[in-house]
C-alpha cells in the first residue's frame, strides 16, 4: 500500500550542478537540430521533454540559473510517478540530452592551439554534445533520416511520436514522450505508412522495435562491444547500415570519437571549414 500512495500526481522541483562552461541554449539548439522538432521544444527560455519512467509519462522543464562559468540547473517535473524513480530517471534522462556528465577541459586545451577551432570553441563556449536518451530513439532518428532532409525526417518523426507517444496525465500537459518500443512493435507497415514513412522504414521501424522490445539491442551489451563490434551488431538490423550504426554509436552511446564516415553533407562542410582541397579520407 505504501508504494501505490507514494504513486501519485507529482509537481516538483530540483537543482543539478553542472561543470563549467555550460549555456542550456546552445546545448539545446544542438540537441533540437531544426526549430521543427517537437519532441525537444525550447521557448528561449525552458528546456520541455516527456520522458518515460518505467511505463509511465513525465513532463520535464529545465531552466539556468546561473553564468555559463557557474552553471546550475532548475528542473521541474510534473506526472504521475513516483518521487525518487522520477527524479532518478530525469537526472540520468538530462545527463544524456544536455552532456551534462561531460569535461571538456580537454577539448578546450586543444582548441586553444588551433586559431581556426579556437574562434569556434569561443563562440560556441558552454555548448555540450548532446545525445539521445536511449539506443532506440537513436535508431529511430537515424532511420527516418535516411537519404530525406533532416526537415523531413523530423517531421516524420513528430508524427510517429504524435500517433503512439504518450502525454504527461491526467491531466494531460505537454508534448508526447518519444514512443516506447513496446509501443511500436505490433504495428503493422500500414500505420507507419500512413504517417508517410517508406515501405522499407516502415519494415525497419517495425523490426528494430521488436528487436529492442525483447532485450536484443540493449545499451549495456553494446558498452561492452568495440567500435567495429558494436557497428557490426547494430548493421544486422533491417534498414541499418554502416552510416546509421555510426550514427547511434555517436548519438545514442556517446561515443564522440566516433564519426559517421558516410555522411557525404558533413564531410563536405568539414572539408570546406578546413580549408582542404583535397576530398577528407
Known amino acids: 500500500m505504501a508504494d501505490d500512495s507514494a504513486r501519485r500526481r507529482l509537481e516538483f522541483s530540483f537543482t543539478i550542478d553542472v561543470r563549467p562552461p555550460f549555456r542550456l541554449d546552445l546545448t539545446v539548439w544542438a540537441l533540437r537540430r531544426r526549430s521543427v522538432n517537437e519532441t525537444d521544444q525550447w521557448d528561449g527560455h525552458a528546456y520541455r521533454r516527456t520522458i518515460h519512467v518505467g511505463e509511465t509519462p513525465v513532463g520535464l522543464a529545465v531552466t539556468q540559473v546561473g553564468l555559463p562559468e557557474a ?55 558552454g555548448m555540450r554534445p548532446p545525445r539521445f536518451p536511449s539506443v532506440f530513439e537513436a535508431l529511430l532518428n537515424g532511420v527516418a533520416c535516411q537519404q530525406i532532409s533532416l526537415q523531413a525526417g523530423l517531421t516524420l518523426l513528430n508524427r510517429l511520436t504524435l500517433a503512439f507517444g504518450e502525454a504527461p496525465g491526467p491531466p494531460q500537459e505537454g508534448a508526447p514522450a518519444f514512443p516506447r518500443p513496446q509501443a511500436l512493435a505490433g504495428i503493422g507497415s500500414r500505420s507507419l505508412r500512413a504517417l508517410g514513412f517508406s515501405h522499407a522504414k516502415s519494415r525497419a521501424i517495425g523490426e528494430i522495435a521488436a528487436a529492442v522490445a525483447a532485450g536484443e539491442i540493449e545499451y549495456e551489451a553494446l558498452a561492452n562491444l568495440d567500435d567495429a563490434a558494436a557497428c557490426a551488431r547494430l548493421q544486422e538490423l533491417r534498414g541499418v547500415g554502416r552510416w546509421t550504426a555510426e550514427y547511434v554509436l555517436l548519438r545514442g552511446c556517446g561515443r564522440f570519437n566516433v564519426f559517421p564516415g558516410d555522411d557525404v553533407g558533413a564531410r563536405n562542410n568539414l572539408q570546406k571549414w578546413l580549408g582542404k582541397k583535397r576530398p577528407l579520407d
Open 71 to 125: 552553471p546550475k540547473l532548475c528542473v521541474r517535473v510534473s506526472g504521475d510517478a513516483h518521487h525518487a524513480r522520477a527524479e532518478a530517471a530525469a537526472r540520468r534522462a538530462l545527463g544524456h540530452l544536455l552532456g551534462l556528465d561531460l569535461d571538456l577541459r580537454a577539448f578546450y586545451a586543444v582548441a586553444a592551439a588551433e586559431p581556426p577551432l579556437e574562434e569556434l570553441a569561443d563562440r560556441f563556449r
